[in-house]
Structure formats: structure tokens, C-alpha cells
């Protein structure tokens, strides 16, 4: 907003300084047409105008390169997020914050309160300000088709983050972007994860991996993918497994904690690896893992996703047994990238529109890398 007001104050300040010249012109001209009617203008009011003329028109130039150049380095870019409560949505929406104020663009940021409903109407607003660009996490993927009919419709360039649609869907609009990672490729590594264990998860030695899963919302591909691509790892390497109980956590410590405290109370040392779709779920399983008495690693493997710095501290100290690096930093620059391409008048073709950023295995080994 503040910029382009400054982009159009400046822009009108060089018209008005034009538009005078012109009129200086006009003025300094009709006399010297009408000469021959006995009006002419002397020599020295005629070199007077023309001096003020060129430093008007230059002054002119000046201002609308000044303009243009402003025009180029920022923008007013809106930015929705499903729900600002949400541990590893604030990493993230910081890293595109950092990125974004310091390449000079002016940045709004809406908080969806994970109510799609709540979520339009923002977007129609950031539309109704015009913005140049939208970068857009959805409250549910459900509502991509609508939110691209939309974005489509007001003509904005739009980069959606973090919760995927599906290629067809996006191909409706050739100028949106999907930035973030494959969600399958987090959950294979955490069985990865637990594979790497001397006894590969199987604590007891009764030739099965007996686990909980504590879910995020399953609404969404990350938590679909990771629930299954985390066991799938453990079979393909010819494990047996057995699943206790799969509960949906919604993404929420609290939530975490409080399913693997009911989970724990019932299981009791049948439960031999805790798999939670993210790390905030873990860090609250970590704490009824401790309340019950149990120490990870020795009687008991637990595994998150996202590399947040309370996960990155239990790794190091050895209370989980490892993390998947959810890169907030890169697929934030990443978005920002797409999002300049397409500020440039990029559009990109169906099947072209995913953009993904890798995971990274984290465990005692590697976890100062990340720290
Ligand atoms: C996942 C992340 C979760 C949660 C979720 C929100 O990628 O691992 O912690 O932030 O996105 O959609």
C-alpha cells in the first residue's frame, strides 16, 4: 500500500512538473506563432523559457525514473496462513517475511484461524487492495479449487505454499505456483529413521514393530503421505509391523501429548516407536514418554518432521530418536523466487507447476548442522 501510494505520489509529482512545462510551453509558444500579430516574445524571455523548459523536463525524468526504479525493487505483496498458531507455519512465515522486507516489497500478512471461510475473505480484501502478488497457504486443500477460480478472476499472480493441490486443479491458471516439498519423501525417512536403530525398532525382539501414529490433520496430503510412507519404509525392508493405534493430533503439542499419554497408559512397553506426523506433536509426546517413566532410544524410539529448534535440542540430547528437515528457509525463498518470476510475466504449464524443496534426514550424527 505505502509503496505504491510513494509510486504513484511520485509519479503524479512528474506529471505535474510535465504537464507545467507543457503549459510553459503553450504559453511561451502561442506568442511566438502569433508574432507576426505584434506579441512576440525578446530574445531573452525566449532563452529564459527554454532553460526553465529543460530543467523542468529534466526534473521530469528524474522523477519517473525515480518512480520506475521504485515500482521494480518492491510491490505490495498479501500473504495468507492457514493459522498463525501453528509452530512450524511460524518459522516459515518469518523466513518469508525476512526475504521478502529485505528485498524491499511491503508485506501484509493475514492469519486464516484454519477457518477457510475466515481465509476468502481475506484474500477477496488483499484482491480489492491490488495487490501485485498473493502468496497463499490454504486453510483446507479442498478450497484450491476456489481460491485459484478467484486469484484466476482478479488476474494476480499467486504462489500457494505448503498444502498441495492437485496438478489439475492448478493448471486452471497459468500464473500460479505450488512451492513445498513431497510430503512421501518425509515419511519414508522417518522409517528411514527407525530402520537405522540396532535393532531396527523392534525393542522386544518379537519379530514385530509395534507403533502408534499420531496423525496430523488428515485432511492434508502432508499427514496422509507421512502416516503412510513412514510404515511403507519399515514393510519394504521386510519388517513386520503392527499399528496399536493412528489418532489425528492436528499438527498441536498438546494434542500430541495428550494421545500418547492415553496410548501409553493402555500399551504400556508393547508401544516400541512413537511415529507423529511433526515435531510439535512429538515435543508433546516427549513429555508423557517422560512422565510414564519411559527413556527414548532405550525402551522406546519417537520421530518427528520439521526440524524445529525444540525438536534439533531432544535430538541433540538424545530424547528423540531423530527429524526430518522440513526446509522453511528454502521453500520460503523458494516461493519468493516463483513469485518474481512470475511478477516478471512468467506462466507456467500444466505439470510445471510444482515447485519441490528437498528433505533431510536428522539424527545425533548430523543434528549440529541444523543447530
Ligand atoms: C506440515 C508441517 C506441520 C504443519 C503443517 C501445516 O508441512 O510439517 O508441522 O505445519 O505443514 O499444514
Redesign the pocket.
Known amino acids: 500500500m505505502k509503496l505504491s501510494k510513494k509510486v504513484t505520489a511520485m509519479a503524479m509529482a512528474a506529471m505535474m512538473v510535465f504537464s507545467m512545462t507543457a503549459c510553459g510551453n503553450d504559453s511561451a509558444a502561442k506568442p511566438d506563432a502569433t508574432a507576426t500579430g505584434g506579441n512576440a516574445q525578446t530574445p531573452e524571455t525566449k532563452a529564459a523559457t527554454e532553460a526553465a523548459t529543460q530543467a523542468a523536463t529534466e526534473a521530469a525524468t528524474q522523477a519517473a525514473t525515480q518512480a520506475e526504479e521504485t515500482t521494480a525493487a518492491g510491490g505490495n505483496i498479501g500473504v495468507c496462513i492457514?493459522k498463525f498458531d501453528?509452530?512450524?507455519?511460524t518459522t516459515y512465515r518469518n523466513a518469508l517475511q525476512e526475504i521478502l522486507e529485505g528485498k524491499g516489497y511491503t508485506v501484509t500478512f493475514m492469519d486464516g484461524k484454519n477457518d477457510q471461510a475466515e481465509q476468502n475473505n481475506q484474500i477477496n480484501n488483499f484482491i480489492a487492495q491490488k495487490v501485485d502478488a498473493l502468496i497463499i497457504?490454504p486453510v483446507m486443500t479442498s478450497a484450491a479449487d476456489q481460491i485459484i477460480d478467484t486469484v484466476k478472476n482478479a488476474d494476480i499472480p499467486t504462489v500457494l505454499i505448503?498444502?498441495e493441490p492437485t496438478a489439475e486443479q492448478m493448471s486452471a491458471y497459468d500464473k500460479l505456483v505450488y512451492v513445498g516439498?513431497d510430503?512421501r519423501q518425509s515419511g519414508t525417512m522417518q522409517g528411514e529413521l527407525i530402520l537405522d536403530t540396532p535393532n531396527k525398532g523392534d525393542i522386544n525382539g518379537d519379530g514385530k514393530i509395534s507403533y502408534i501414529m499420531i496423525q496430523?490433520?488428515p485432511e492434508?496430503v502432508?499427514a496422509q503421505y507421512r502416516t503412510e510412507f513412514s510404515v511403507k519404509a519399515l514393510k519394504d525392508a521386510g519388517m513386520e509391523v503392527e499399528e496399536l493405534d493412528l489418532q489425528r493430533g492436528d499438527?498441536d503439542r498438546n494434542k500430541g501429548q495428550e494421545i500418547a499419554q492415553n496410548d501409553l497408559a493402555k500399551f504400556g512397553d508393547e508401544i516400541e516407536v512413537v511415529f507423529c506426523?511433526?515435531?510439535?506433536m512429538a515435543i508433546g509426546a516427549l513429555q508423557a514418554i517422560q512422565a510414564a517413566g519411559r527413556k527414548v532410544n532405550e525402551d522406546i524410539y519417537l520421530v518427528g518432521?520439521?526440524a524445529l529448534d525444540a525438536a534439533l535440542n531432544e535430538v541433540a540430547n538424545g530424547n528423540m530418536t531423530g527429524t526430518v528437515l522440513?526446509d522453511a528457509k528454502g521453500q520460503a525463498a523458494g516461493a519468493v523466487e516463483a513469485m518474481e518470476a512470475l511478477l516478471g510475466g512468467k506462466t507456467y504449464a500444466s505439470g510445471e507447476q510444482s515447485i519441490y524443496v528437498d528433505y533431510v534426514k536428522v539424527t545425533p550424527e548430523n543434528v549440529a548442522d541444523f543447530q
Request: hydrophobic fraction near 25%; charged fraction near 30%.
Open positions: 492457514y501453528d509452530a512450524f507455519m497457504n505448503n498444502r516439498c510430503a496430523g490433520d492434508n502432508d499438527w506426523n511433526n515435531d510439535d518432521v520439521d522440513n
